[in-house]
């Protein structure tokens, strides 16, 4: 089978296609034939080796899997003995994360894993354009800020892939939500249902005071230090990106709940029951229509390397998606 494959760090020109030796079906496992897949900054990360830190985690001197990508959509080609979840033919979609390989023609996935029937109405490419969009939404708000009716939060980096989850599910759970981007994504932002769009071009929220029980900082741009006065008294900062800050005062917020507080979360590094359990939250809001995916372009496998260098401009808008076997349709927003 083909994978994109990436041996050395460096840019986007180190992902190249190679043939590779097919995955091994064991007990319980469902072999999947990958429609799509998405490119992310956590892939920019493990193909790059910047920042250096991530080197700890993605291997010290060569990417330790050469294989990258974590989310995928397509179809059971082969079933493992004792497997009993899913038939051949079954149309499905899922995460291999926190370890990657769906930068392929083929995964292996354990039926008991992150994996579940793609939700009705949805195309390939909005399948999996959902994925790491919304498990990484979902448990910052709903478990990171316990965002609750009523409440205000601003999203910062509202027009990205996790940003634009972000103001969706909130608007969901019933909060006042502010939406902050760049000029050209203002309207698809509040198409989103934003009830207030900041163009960070013109306006810094930050100046705003005593203003929002919640800060989620999506893209990790401003710091705590910068957004602390317009929270309110009791208000929460929480970014996706570690910094030694956030990180120390991550840890005081467990012990002390009150007063303006700061946190992070790592959402692929949950375990597989919760992840599967918001697979099921996922499905369920996309079948009703509360949520949908916002793609920014999706291009073909064998021009992966494109991807990579849209999601490295940090400004890809929703999320960028590879068609490894065929056209999985979608409206592309990006420019
Ligand atoms: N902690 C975790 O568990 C976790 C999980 C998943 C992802 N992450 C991290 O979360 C971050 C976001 O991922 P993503 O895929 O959502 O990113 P993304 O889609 O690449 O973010 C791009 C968006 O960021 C916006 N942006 C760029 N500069 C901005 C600024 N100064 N102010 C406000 N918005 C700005 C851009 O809008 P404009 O073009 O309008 O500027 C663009 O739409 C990444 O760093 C990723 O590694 C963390």
Do not use: W
């Not at 799509?36 to 790059?48: E, I, K, W």
Request: aromatic share 6%; glycine share 12%.
């Amino acid at each position: 089978m083909r994978a994109a494959v990436v041996e050395r760090y460096g840019g986007p020109e180190m992902v190249r296609l190679r043939e590779v030796d097919e995955p091994v079906v064991g007990d319980g496992d469902v072999l999947v034939r990958v429609e799509a897949t998405t490119v992310g900054p956590t892939d920019g990360t493990n193909r790059s080796g910047r920042p250096a830190f991530g080197r700890l985690y993605f291997g010290l001197a060569r990417p330790k899997h050469p294989v990258l990508g974590y989310d995928f959509v397509g179809v059971v080609e082969r079933v493992g003995p004792g497997a009993r979840r899913f038939a051949l033919g079954d149309r499905v979609y899922g995460t291999l994360a926190p370890t990657p390989g769906a930068h392929a023609e083929l995964v292996r996935v354990a039926e008991d894993g992150v994996i579940a029937p793609i939700p009705a109405g949805l195309d390939a490419a909005g399948a999996v354009s959902l994925l790491d969009a919304f498990f990484t939404a979902i448990p910052f708000l709903r478990d990171g800020a316990r965002l609750r009716a009523g409440q205000t939060v601003l999203v910062n980096g509202a027009s990205g892939s996790v940003g634009s989850a972000a103001v969706q599910y909130a608007k969901h759970l019933g909060a006042t939500v502010v939406g902050v981007c760049s000029t050209g994504n203002v309207e698809l932002v509040g198409s989103l249902g934003a009830d207030q769009v900041i163009d960070y071009t013109r306006d810094d929220f930050a100046a705003a005071s005593d203003r929002y029980d919640v800060i989620f900082d999506a893209v990790g741009k401003r710091s705590f230090r910068e957004c602390r006065s317009a929270l309110t008294p009791d208000g929460i900062y929480l970014s996706t990106v570690p910094t030694l800050p956030v990180l120390l005062r991550s840890r005081r917020a467990r012990s002390a709940d009150t007063g303006r507080r700061a946190g992070i979360l790592f959402t692929g590094l949950r375990s597989i029951a919760d992840k599967t359990s918001d697979l099921a939250v996922i499905g369920e809001l996309a079948t009703t229509g509360a949520i949908r995916p916002v793609i920014d372009r999706i291009v073909p496998f064998d021009a992966i390397a494109e991807a990579h260098r849209r999601v490295d401009s940090g400004h890809k808008v929703g999320n960028v998606v590879v068609a490894v076997s065929e056209a999985p349709r979608g409206t592309e927003v990006g420019s």
